[in-house]
């Protein structure tokens, strides 16, 4: 069984979420996150899925949602190079002055920007893969958790440089860069 | 021009000449511009039958078939209809009628997700919400509809599109950005096929429904390479049944050389077949020696169920010429003479003991057609005796309920090929279950007096149903009897105004059959048949099919054996 990172580009047409929908449920296919949003090209809307299977199963993921009409493109990001995001909105409870800096510091250190303060909660935003997004989950669990939503996973392909850095990204989280040991961490997925 | 003008306009420019419906509130202004139209119009008395007819006209003529509903229950009727179609790759266009836009949403009278509740049985669906777009969706939904593997595809319009004033031109251009349906093969894959094919000492070739256009090329490849043919339920007459190389029908009720030479063979060349779960048995007992080379318009069949060594995404009428091309001659001369002697040690036969069985009726029938005309079946024991012992000659003309097993298909399904095939008379193989799930339409059938003939097969039960429970379910018969309860049939034919028959012995059988078939007009037959008869060889469900019940299929002295011994774990 293995994750795979599928892009779809889409007809904005109206209920095309619904033939994706219904496709994966009467399939049976086991979707774990799936985002939707406008792309470059007007009328056009990419798709992310994260796809769980052996592979005929996502071979046949792939086949089925290319015999929809309003899927123009089917893209498998997980046999090549790609970059790929979440964005996660999260509460966490502050319960004194002292807990306050030290989980600021830790926010720091994922680059979590704080997007909303209160006196007993701050809601940070954080952005990067799904192993960052667990590992930031754990870090906060201890000073409680009142809620939080992700986006599930964007993903675009890398373009082929001719230069040796060719598929390095600039700007890489050093978190996601220096600490694979994250993704082992991703035992508190937020569900 | 309004929207319900340019409909029928529409329907015209596609050629479309006949529709199989019934109007409704919701679809009313679109009867209204059928009234001026040369469109001829065959009015039904249940939706799903509409659907069933339309189905049937595009199997008996190629062109797709088109069925009108009104909104709500109307459309919701169609569904059974839809899902037939889309599992047998049937190019339906449907026309339903909605609400007024306005009130979509509100839980208005006779208001459902029409568009919701088919998409999942359809190719594609539309709903038309602004008249602007309706020359271009009624275009969009016949090409999809019938380019590429064919299937339904449902257009539904609201009341106030039907109504609504349409300025423009009626010649639209298709927009349709994420559709390929026309394909060529690759050269490097019809080689790759080629090299397999020539390889093999052991083949055979299963052609299935998507091979009922490509008759001349499947003969012709036959022919060619010699190779042996299987032809599964709904490639039926697309490969000539009498042929030397014909080796009959696979799967849970397949022949018993179809069945053996797939577990024993070295190369399987399906073509346009999908491996469907009746067809293969348990997929780890299947052709476990086979190389598998499969051709297919639909790329989501390639390896969907069977791993496909060498796939080969394509037309079957574009492909195997360009196989022949490659091949010479199969030298398999030792692999022709195991699989006569399999034909000839498992013929088909079955005991006349009784006053009548199914299978001497299906037998008379073909006799007395020579297998050359037009036969639809609905669902169950009969469907299989008749694609066994009365499969036709002619590609388009055995025209079944494959995928979805849709009881209640075979009698409008008659209809809709007697309106395709004028002048051709359709014999529909029915049981007493199946009949009566569309027997509504013996009076559209009186109306348009069609060549029909109904031959019930009538045993007073659901036999297939009866059949598993005694042998799978301990012989506990749960609610399979309708003897005691089915009304005579010839009499409920006569009140519709069909000469109808009973018939219970073998003399009065081939009298009235030929009486049947020369009236050239309706006529119901129903047989009273041995009620206890099975189906045999079966392969029961989750078995493999090298693991078959042969019942009295099988050798004589194999014949007293108890059935259920052969099924080894």
């Known amino acids: ?191 | 021009m309004t929207g319900s003008e340019v409909v029928m306009k529409m329907l015209e420019r596609h050629g479309v000449e006949v529709v199989f419906g019934h109007p409704g509130g919701a679809i009313m202004p679109i009867y209204d511009a059928l009234y001026d139209s040369p469109v001829r119009h065959v009015l039904v008395r249940h939706e799903q039958a509409g659907a069933h007819m339309a189905d049937a006209y595009y199997r008996a003529s190629g062109k797709t078939g088109v069925c009108f509903a009104t909104s709500g229950p109307g459309a919701t009727n169609l569904v059974t209809g839809l899902a037939t179609a889309m599992m047998d790759s049937s190019a339906v266009v449907a026309i339903t009628g909605n609400v007024a836009s306005g009130l979509i949403g509100t839980d208005a009278f006779q208001e459902a997700d029409v568009y919701g509740i088919t998409t999942p049985v359809t190719k594609h669906n539309f709903l038309v919400k602004d008249v602007r777009e309706l020359p271009r969706v009624l275009a969009e939904a016949f090409y999809i509809a019938s380019t590429g593997r064919p299937g339904p595809v449902l257009v539904d319009i609201t009341k106030d599109v039907q109504q609504a004033v349409f300025e423009g031109s009626l010649d639209v251009k298709i927009d349709l950005p994420g559709y390929q349906p026309d394909v060529i093969a690759d050269e490097a894959d019809v080689a790759a096929a080629a090299e397999a094919v020539s390889a093999a000492r052991q083949p055979v070739m299963i052609i299935g429904g998507g091979a009922q256009s490509s008759t001349d090329e499947v003969v012709a490849f036959a022919e060619h390479t010699g190779i042996p043919v299987i032809t599964t339920l709904m490639g039926i007459g697309a490969f000539p049944p009498g042929h030397p190389q014909a080796l009959g029908m696979p799967g849970m009720h397949g022949t018993v050389t179809a069945n053996k030479s797939i577990s024993h063979c070295d190369l399987i060349l399906a073509a346009g077949m999908r491996f469907d779960d009746r067809v293969t048995g348990k997929l780890s007992r299947f052709a476990p020696n086979a190389t598998i080379v499969h051709i297919d318009i639909d790329p989501a069949e390639i390896s969907k169920l069977v791993k496909a060594h060498v796939p080969v995404h394509g037309d079957v009428r574009d492909v195997l010429p360009r196989l022949a091309a490659k091949l010479e001659r199969l030298d398999i001369q030792p692999w022709r003479e195991t699989l006569a002697d399999w034909k000839d040690l498992f013929p088909e036969k079955y005991k006349n003991d009784k006053p009548l069985v199914s299978q001497e009726v299906l037998g008379m029938l073909r006799e007395a057609t020579k297998g050359a005309g037009i036969v639809t079946t609905e669902v169950g024991q009969h469907q299989m005796f008749a694609a066994r012992l009365f499969p036709t000659t002619r590609p388009r003309s055995f025209i079944t309920s494959g995928g979805l097993g849709t009881m209640g298909f075979g009698f409008p399904a008659a209809i809709g090929a007697a309106m395709a095939r004028p002048g051709e008379t359709v014999v529909c193989v029915a049981g007493d279950g199946s009949l009566q799930m569309n027997i509504q339409e013996l009076a559209t059938l009186y109306k348009h007096q069609l060549p029909v003939v109904i031959c019930i097969l009538n045993n007073g039960v659901l036999g297939m149903v009866r059949q598993w429970q005694e042998m799978f379910h301990a012989q506990r018969y749960s609610e399979i009897y309708l003897a005691d309860s089915n009304p005579d049939f010839a009499k409920l034919a006569e009140a519709y105004g069909i000469e109808g028959h009973n018939v219970f012995d073998r003399a009065d059988a081939v009298k009235r059959i030929d009486e049947a078939l020369a009236a050239k007009k309706p006529v119901l037959l129903n047989f009273f048949v041995y009620e206890a008869e099975k189906v045999f060889p079966m392969v029961p469900a989750g078995a493999g099919i090298d693991q078959v019940i042969l019942g009295d299929q099988g050798p004589d002295e194999a014949a007293e054996a108890e059935p259920r011994e052969a099924v080894k774990a």
Not at chain 1, 101 to 111: G, K, L, P, S, Y
Not at chain 1, 131 to 136: E, I, M, N, V
Request: glycine share 6%; charged share 25%.
């Open chain 1, 1 to 191: 069984m293995n994750r795979h990172v599928i892009g779809v580009t889409v007809r904005d047409r109206p209920g095309v979420l619904l033939r994706i929908a219904s496709l994966i449920a009467r399939r049976g296919f086991n979707i774990e996150s799936l985002s939707v949003a406008q792309s470059e090209t007007p009328g056009q809307s990419r798709t992310t899925f994260v796809v769980v299977g052996d592979d005929p199963t996502i071979e046949q993921v792939q086949k089925q949602l290319k015999k929809l009409l309003d899927v123009i493109e089917v893209i498998d990001h997980s046999v090549a190079k790609y970059v790929d995001r979440e964005l996660m909105l999260i509460k966490v409870r502050v319960d004194n002055p002292e807990e306050r800096v030290e989980i600021r510091q830790v926010a720091q250190d994922f680059r979590a920007r704080i997007v909303d303060v209160a006196r007993s909660a701050l809601i940070f935003e954080v952005t990067g893969d799904e192993g960052k997004l667990d590992a930031f989950i754990e870090q906060m669990r201890p000073f409680g958790i009142v809620e939080l939503i992700r986006t599930g996973r964007v993903a675009l392909g890398r373009t082929q440089l001719d230069t040796p850095e060719a598929g390095v990204t600039a700007g890489d989280d050093p978190i996601n860069a220096t600490n694979p040991s994250t993704h082992s961490a991703a035992t508190g997925r937020a569900n």
